[in-house]
C-alpha cells in the first residue's frame, strides 16, 4: 500500500511504547495472553510504556452508554490487576486527552481515501450493507495513527488483526514529514503478538477464543473465579492421543496444541520446553498441570478485579492521574503540530 515517500532513524526519539484495547466488555484470557501479559513485560524494560482504554474508538459502532462506562472501568480494572503499575506506566482513557482527536482531524486531511478502503478490518466489520456502517468506523484507522503519534510513540505491540493499521500509520506520518519538509513523526515499530498470539477456543481449537462464542466453556473470562477456571480446562476438548515430545508433533493437533501453548504462556516458558517434559503423556496427566498453573496465575487477577470494581473509585483517580501525564506529553506535539501545519494558536 505504502505511498511513503521519505524514512528517517528513530534514534532521536525516545523509546516510547503505546497500545490500547477498545473497552467493549468481555475480557478473556485471549485480551491477556494476547496482549496485556506483552504490556506488562515491557513495562519492566527499557520503554515509557503507555496504555489506554480505546473508548472513543468503541463507539465507531452503537454502544450502551452505561455499559460503556462500565466497559472502560472493567478494562482498567483488568489492566492493574494483571500487573500495569500506574507508577510505572501511563494508565488513562482515550478520551480524556482531546490532543488524540484534534490530531485525528490532521490526520484525516493527510490520509488518502483510497488508503482506507484497502483497510480490511472495516470491510469485516461493515459486513456487506457498508453504506450504513459509520464515518468513524471508516476513518478509525487515522484516529488510531493519532492515537500513536501524539506521543511520539516508537513502538506499538499489537495483534495481527492491526498490523495493516500500524503499515497505515507509517504512511501518515511519511506523507506528513514530507509534505511539510519534516523529520517530525516516527515510524514506529509494530510489537507483534504477546506470550500467545493467539488463543483458541477450548471447545473448537480451529476457532479463535471469543467473547461472541455463544458456548461459555468455550473461553475463559478474565472475571471467571478459580473453581469455574478449574472446570473449563478439565472440560476442554482434547484428543486421544499421548502428548509428543517435539512440536512438529502437535500440526494437525488444534486443540492440543492450544492447550499447551497456553501452559506454556502461562509459566513464561517455550512449547518446546513443556514437550521435553511431558511427552508421553496422556491429557489426563496434563490437565491437571494446567488447571493448577492457570488457578495460580488467573483467580488473583480476577480477584484483584472484582475487588477494584466493588469501589471504582480507585480506577477513577488512576485514570484521571494518567490523563493528566498522557496530557502533559501529548500538548505540546500537538501544539507543533499546528505549528508545521500552519495553524494560527492563542
Given amino acids: 500500500m505504502s505511498n ?4 528517517h532513524s528513530n534514534d532521536t526519539f525516545k523509546k516510547r511504547v503505546f497500545s490500547g484495547i477498545q473497552p467493549s466488555g468481555g475480557l478473556t484470557l ?3 495472553l494476547g496482549a496485556v501479559k506483552r504490556f506488562v513485560q515491557m513495562q519492566q524494560e527499557d520503554y515509557e510504556t503507555i496504555y489506554c482504554m480505546v473508548d472513543l474508538h468503541a463507539i465507531t459502532t452503537w454502544q450502551d452508554p452505561k455499559k460503556l462506562k462500565h466497559n472502560t472501568r472493567e478494562l482498567a480494572a483488568f489492566f492493574i490487576a494483571s500487573g500495569i503499575d500506574p507508577d510505572k506506566s501511563i494508565l488513562f482513557n482515550q478520551s480524556g486527552v482531546s490532543a488524540h482527536v484534534e490530531l485525528g482531524w490532521v490526520f484525516n486531511c493527510v490520509a488518502r481515501m483510497g488508503w482506507m478502503k484497502r483497510m480490511t478490518q472495516f470491510k469485516d466489520k461493515a459486513g456487506k450493507n457498508a453504506e450504513n456502517a459509520s464515518l468513524g468506523l471508516f476513518g478509525y484507522p487515522a484516529l488510531m495513527a493519532a492515537d500513536i503519534l501524539v506521543y511520539h510513540a516508537t513502538h506499538v505491540p499489537v495483534g495481527d488483526d492491526q498490523k495493516q493499521h500500524l503499515e497505515l500509520t507509517r504512511d501518515i506520518a511519511a506523507k506528513f514529514n ?8 516516527p515510524m514506529i515499530e509494530p510489537v507483534i503478538g504477546g506470550p500467545a498470539a493467539r488463543v483458541m477456543s477450548l471447545r473448537d481449537g480451529s476457532k479463535k477464543m471469543s467473547k461472541s462464542d455463544p458456548s461459555d466453556l468455550s473461553r475463559i473470562n478474565m472475571g471467571d473465579d478459580a473453581d469455574t477456571i478449574a472446570q473449563k480446562f478439565r472440560k476442554a476438548k482434547t484428543d486421544p492421543d499421548a502428548l509428543p515430545s517435539e512440536e512438529v508433533g502437535l500440526e494437525g493437533r488444534a486443540e492440543a496444541k492450544n492447550l499447551i501453548s497456553i501452559y506454556a504462556a502461562l509459566g513464561d516458558q517455550g512449547v518446546s520446553d513443556i514437550l521435553s517434559d511431558v511427552g508421553g503423556k496422556q491429557f489426563s496427566e496434563f490437565k491437571p498441570m494446567l488447571v493448577e498453573r492457570a488457578v495460580e ?4 487477577i480476577s480477584q484483584e478485579m472484582a475487588r477494584l470494581m466493588e469501589d ?3 480506577i477513577d483517580r488512576v485514570l484521571a492521574k494518567g490523563v493528566e501525564k498522557a496530557t502533559a506529553i501529548a500538548i505540546p506535539v500537538l501544539k507543533e503540530t499546528y505549528e508545521i501545519v500552519g495553524i494560527l494558536q492563542p
Avoid: I, M
Fill in 4 to 7: 511513503a515517500v521519505q524514512t
Fill in 30 to 32: 485471549g485480551n491477556y
Fill in 178 to 185: 514530507h509534505d511539510f519538509g519534516v523529520d517530525f513523526f
Fill in 297 to 300: 496465575k488467573l483467580s488473583p
Fill in 312 to 314: 471504582t473509585s480507585e
